[in-house]
């Protein structure tokens, strides 16, 4: 049986209490919700936290709104939250195709986008999609808030721009208009983590040509994003020749590992062709937008 380490418990009460006690209690306390991730490493020593500190009670993170063209998502949104919302899926269907295929409902009932996100396990679904999205970060400490983007946020795998004495308390998504999104995902079985996913998000010109693409895979390499990919389609109407292109591209540019899961040369098959498939879908959805 694997135990963790003896650890204090101590539940937040609101943003503010919770950042008073990750500064209290300093390095060697850690933030949990979900706990999918962290409680894990725990068990097997590989976080070994003197303090816990529960912020489920964090209600003022749980929240999706519009705001004019930025929709903004709490920290602590369940994946279930994200899963069932019509409106999440109608400006970004590329959520909903990565939330039904992450882990099963008992994770995705308890699971939050920050932990998600704070993890950031190169082989984690919601990077990816944040990614592409061009979402930003909204950090706070005690210090103050500070917004940062995707590539700032993620510095590496398994490592954040969130400080000790920090919070990541809100996602924002920039909505534009005629755009399209989609994601897939392979993996051994379901729930399991990906031996291979791709995301994509485009939006169209008024004459129908791609005025914006960005393309990402997830375990496949420690960069999520693939530039080569997605500027393949820019000022160019969306076709077939260009998806083999960009799939083409995608497979170059990923740096998969060998390991249990598959060799090098099928993942960088499974770039390939799962970036023909989200951009092509991509440009689907986003031209049914156009024309709606």
Request: some cysteine.
């Amino acid at each position: 049986m694997q135990i963790p380490a003896p650890f204090d418990y101590v539940r937040a009460t609101s943003v503010d209490n919770a950042l008073e006690l990750l500064s209290r209690h300093g390095a060697e306390s850690r933030v949990v919700a979900g706990g999918h991730s962290l409680l894990p490493m725990m068990k097997l020593r590989l976080a070994r936290p003197e303090w816990l500190i529960d912020i489920n009670d964090l209600y003022e993170l749980d929240f999706i709104l519009r705001d004019g063209d930025t929709l903004r998502i709490g920290a602590m949104t369940r994946h279930t939250t994200l899963l069932e919302s019509d409106e999440v899926a109608g400006l970004f269907p590329i959520v909903r195709d990565a939330e039904q295929v992450i882990a099963d409902p008992v994770v995705r009932n308890r699971g939050t986008i920050e932990g998600s996100l704070c993890q950031a396990d190169p082989a984690e679904d919601l990077s990816t999609v944040c990614d592409v999205l061009g979402a930003e970060a909204v950090i706070r400490g005690a210090g103050g808030e500070r917004i940062l983007s995707m590539a700032e946020f993620h510095r590496g795998p398994y490592e954040t721009a969130v400080g000790q004495d920090e919070l990541l308390c809100e996602l924002r998504f920039p909505i534009q208009s005629r755009s399209g999104s989609a994601y897939e995902k392979v993996e051994r079985r379901v729930g399991d983590w990906a031996v291979g996913a791709a995301g994509a998000a485009v939006t169209l010109a008024g004459d129908g040509t791609v005025s914006g693409a960005a393309v990402g895979l997830t375990a496949l390499g420690l960069d999520h994003t693939v530039a080569e990919a997605a500027g393949v389609l820019r000022g160019h109407r969306p076709a077939e020749e260009l998806f083999v292109e960009a799939g083409r591209l995608a497979a170059a540019a990923c740096d998969p590992v060998d390991d249990q899961r598959g060799p090098i040369d099928y993942k960088r098959h499974l770039a390939d062709e799962l970036t023909r498939r989200v951009l092509r879908l991509a440009c689907i959805r986003a031209a049914q937008t156009q024309e709606g």
